[in-house]
Every structure is written in structure tokens, then in C-alpha cells.
């Protein structure tokens, strides 16, 4: 459920700037209201931004996930070439810190740096499959990272399966739930379900196709700022097959005709650091598959948010496509 109190947030926003002694010389201005509430920390005298906090949503994530999530933060920015915005020391030397509401409830809030940048341009074609190729690379030296640094089997983090993507257990609602579902549909994407369930089965999990992943590394997540390449909202990670970080790159717009480009733009980059097997190639249509209906129950279970409305449109008739074509292969 996304958030609609924001009053409330901007109250526990504020609080928050007194665990880092900030109260007097900066502000929080909200950006975003979903699963976290998302401000610019900015001074108030210069307007230079300061930090990037996030609330979290109360129950979304416990404060060992966050933890973990902020001890891979620092691992990426020492072991890899990726920068990434490291959290921020409150003044009692804790990167979360905790504040309650006005409601009651105890809100989790992080401060990272705030990393200059633009994100991709996902309407220029050209730069899209450019900028596809640098994300290719940046996901195979996340993996390469995770794959060396002996400190994965610490973190408590979401485990990312067909049972927790779209199975009994997902974490995001289930797809049936949207709102133009059919009775007709809903037996074809069933049975779409199935065959995915029963080829990632057969695909299995090893020390190469699983670990731990970004889990939402889409161009929406990366900055770019000349050669560098930034990655932001490391919130959905997990455990999960490396595919999935093919796959969420694709989120929105898995029914493109530009996709194919995409694809092999990203194997490129992916290639140029770590092997890509036939075995994983069989099946990236299958993790695309999952991840549109991980997002169909997503859209079904924020009716309220805003950007959901316009994604909305024309949703089912390209997932139904998808799951087409789909069949045609596996079926």
C-alpha cells in the first residue's frame, strides 16, 4: 500500500534531521511517495543537496535488512568500479535511525549521499541499447562482487523465488488482482505460471545463476555522469537468480518492440566481466515472463499511487501478448 499520509512524513522527515544534528541548516523536501517516502535533504542556506533520505514503509523491511543492505552499499563503492551512495552516520554512529510518528508507529530512515547525475533517457532509441550495454556490465560486476565477498552468507535480505515473485508467497499482491483481469486471461497467464514454474525448476539454483541482486537495477536506478556509472535504490535487494536483474531492467516495458536490442546490449556488457551460458540464454523470456506478471500484482496493489494509472493503460493487452508468444515457445 503506498503511502497518502504525508503530513505524517513530513513530520517523522523532520525528526529525522535531528538524529543527524541537521535541524538548523538543512530541509526535507518530499520526491516520491510509494513504498518508501523519498526526500531531498537540501541546505537551506545554499540549496546544495546534502543527502538523499528514505523512510521506510512500517513492516516493508526489518532493521537487520536494512543493515545489510547498507554493509553491501559500502562493499560495492571498496570492491568494484560502480559508486553507489553510501549512508550516513547519525550522530550516534548508526546509519538507520529510528523515529516515531505521530501515529505511534517507528519509522526506519537512512541518509545517503546524494550522487549527481542524470538518469537514462528512455525515449532516445539509441542511447536506450547504449546505455543497455553499460548496464550489462554494471550488473555482471555486482554479481562478480557478490560472487567474491565471503560476507553474503550474513545479510538478511528478502529471498527472491518463483514462491516470493508470483507464486503463493509474493511479496508484491497477487496478478489476478488487477483490476482488468478476465476469467479468460487469468487461465492463460495460469497456465503461462506453470510452465515458468516448472522450467525454473529444471534452470535450479547454483553459485552461478543465484546470489545476491540488486533485484530493480532498471535504467530509472542508474545515474550517469559522463563515463561513471551510479547505482541508486538498492531497496528490493535480495537473494535471487541473476536473471532477475535482466528481467526488472525491463520493467514497463517488456512489450516493446526495442527489447531484442536491449537484450543483446546488455549481454554485451554483461559478457565483457563474467560468462553468460546457453543454459541462461534458454531462459531470460522466462524470467521477462515472471518479472511482467511481478508487476501486474504491483500495479494491482498501488490502484492509489499516481504513476500507476498511466502504466496501467494498455497493461493487460501487452501482457497477454507476452504471455502469447510465450506459450508459442514453451507451451
Known amino acids: 500500500m503506498a503511502f497518502e499520509n504525508v503530513d505524517l512524513f513530513d513530520a517523522v ?14 530541509e526535507a523536501k518530499l520526491i516520491v511517495l510509494s513504498e518508501n517516502a523519498t526526500y531531498m535533504v537540501k541546505n537551506k542556506e545554499t540549496g546544495e543537496k546534502e543527502g538523499v533520505l528514505r523512510i521506510s514503509r512500517p513492516g516493508y523491511h526489518t532493521l537487520d535488512e536494512l543493515n545489510s ?18 549512508p550516513i552516520k547519525g550522530l550516534d554512529g548508526k546509519n538507520i535511525q529510528e523515529i516515531t510518528g505521530p501515529d505511534g508507529n517507528v519509522y526506519f530512515c ?19 541499447v547504449k546505455q543497455f550495454r553499460y548496464l ?15 560476507g553474503t552468507d550474513k545479510l538478511d535480505r528478502m529471498v527472491w523465488t518463483y514462491d516470493t515473485i508470483i507464486g503463493e508467497h509474493a511479496a508484491w499482491g497477487d496478478w489476478r488482482a488487477f483490476p482488468e483481469m478476465t476469467p479468460e486471461a487469468e487461465n492463460i497467464l495460469s497456465e503461462v505460471s506453470r510452465i515458468i514454474k516448472r522450467r525454473l525448476e529444471r534452470y535450479g539454483t547454483n553459485e552461478n545463476n543465484f546470489g545476491l541482486i540488486h ?11 559522463g563515463d561513471q556509472i551510479k547505482v541508486i535504490d538498492f531497496d528490493d535487494c535480495g537473494f535471487g537468480w541473476h536473471l532477475h536483474d535482466l528481467a526488472s531492467a525491463l520493467s514497463f516495458i517488456e512489450d516493446k ?13 554483461y559478457k565483457k566481466v563474467l560468462p553468460f551460458t546457453d543454459t541462461d540464454f534458454e531462459e531470460i523470456d522466462t524470467f521477462i515472463m515472471m518479472r511482467r506478471l511481478q508487476l501486474t500484482a504491483w500495479l494491482a496493489s498501488h490502484q492509489e ?24 515457445l514453451f507451451g
Not at 543492505?69 to 553507489?84: A, C, F, G, S
Not at 518492440?257 to 556488457?269: F, T
Request: glycine residues 6%.
Open 69 to 86: 543492505e547498507m554493509k553491501w552499499l559500502r562493499q560495492i563503492n571498496d570492491y568494484t568500479p560502480l559508486l553507489v551512495a553510501n
Open 110 to 128: 537512512v541518509i545517503c549521499d546524494f550522487l549527481p547525475g542524470e538518469a537514462p533517457d528512455e525515449n532516445n532509441e539509441e542511447q536506450m
Open 257 to 269: 518492440p526495442i527489447v531484442p536490442k536491449l537484450v543483446n546490449a546488455w549481454l554485451a556488457g
Open 215 to 225: 533485484a530493480d537495477l532498471r535504467l530509472a536506478n542508474l545515474l550517469i555522469e
Open 136 to 150: 550489462g556490465e554494471t550488473t555482471a560486476y555486482l554479481h562478480r562482487q557478490t560472487e567474491i565477498w565471503n
Open 13 to 26: 522527515a523532520n525528526a529525522s534531521l535531528e538524529k543527524y544534528g541537521w535541524q538548523d541548516r538543512c
Open 305 to 328: 499511487s499516481g504513476p500507476v494509472a498511466e502504466l496501467s493503460v494498455g497493461w493487460m493487452d501487452g501482457t497477454m501478448e507476452l504471455a502469447e508468444r510465450y506459450l508459442r
